[in-house]
């Protein structure tokens, strides 16, 4: 799931810990360096598509789309068109437009390729920072750009109907621009109708209901305990409460608040989801990353180095994506993990 939301927590970590990179060297596992900031988890096919996007060979982005459109995996559907639609993609001179002038405008992959890379480039001009460090000419850009949005995703929705992807960008552009919860409550009908478990679309709704954006912690736990316990095991959205949170009570933790039996329930619940996923689910890797960082936090470090041995080598996940350095934070409580797990 691609997209620069906000975050708010611009931080470092502790200075690294020697003993403990020299125990994850140990243990095969990557350095710094070798960690993939623009990714959660490995994905070849995606990969190659993205790439042959970027050289401005737009084929196989659309034969990997109309893949997803023509099985109706709309979960895979998404992460696909996050991937491709980076905000580069929404350039004046981007691969879209040599897709468009082969495909015509009515062509629906294109077109939630379009709408999500609209999303992406309004957060980047935005940035990353609070409001009062956020410049008005970078405001203009993120208003100007993200209410282009709810046309181009309708116009998408139009094209596919069936497709609840084109709605999860309305909810972005819902979150961004103000627009109040009447709007976001019609447009998560029109995605719940579709498809009432969609990961990315749980998750965006949670950011909606958030204090930071357009509610409180009151809302956005209640919404998350609901979806969670509504939810069928293997949809990973018994994740929801503990992603509420991070959200809300993780910039003010102590330690203990960590271990304590709540919230220890909760990463156990999201454990047995994730055990009960299928093994490709595009959204299994952003849950791993946030499960190893909450399971070293409560010192289960062996439970925790499972985690990050499944998703070492990329980063672009919460909770690391929240810091200023993502690779530097993982590796950080990766290589505490490594050290303090039993030896085996």
Known sequence: MALAVVHYRRTTVDVPDRASARASRKSGLLPQSRQHTGRAAPDPELEQ?????ARGSWE???RLMADTRERGDWARRSACAAALGSHRAARPDSWLHAWEAAAGPDDADLAVVRAKALVNLAWRQRGGARAKHTSAEQFAGFHATLARVPQESARAAELNPADPTPYVYRIWAALGLGHPEEDMLRIWKEITTRDPYHYDAHYAALQYWCAKWRGSEERAMSFAQRAAAEAPVGSLLTVLPLIAWFEHRHSDA???DFRSP??????DAALA??????????NAAEVRHLLAYFLTRQKRYDAALAQFRLVDGYVAALPWKYWTDPAETFCHWRDRAARRARRR
């Open 60 to 62: 196989p982005a659309a």
């Open 262 to 267: 709540h919230l220890v329930s909760l990463v």
């Open 273 to 282: 989801d994730l055990a009960a996923a299928p093994a490709n689910h595009p």
């Open 254 to 256: 102590r330690s203990a």
């Open 49 to 53: 598509a993205a790439a042959a996007a």
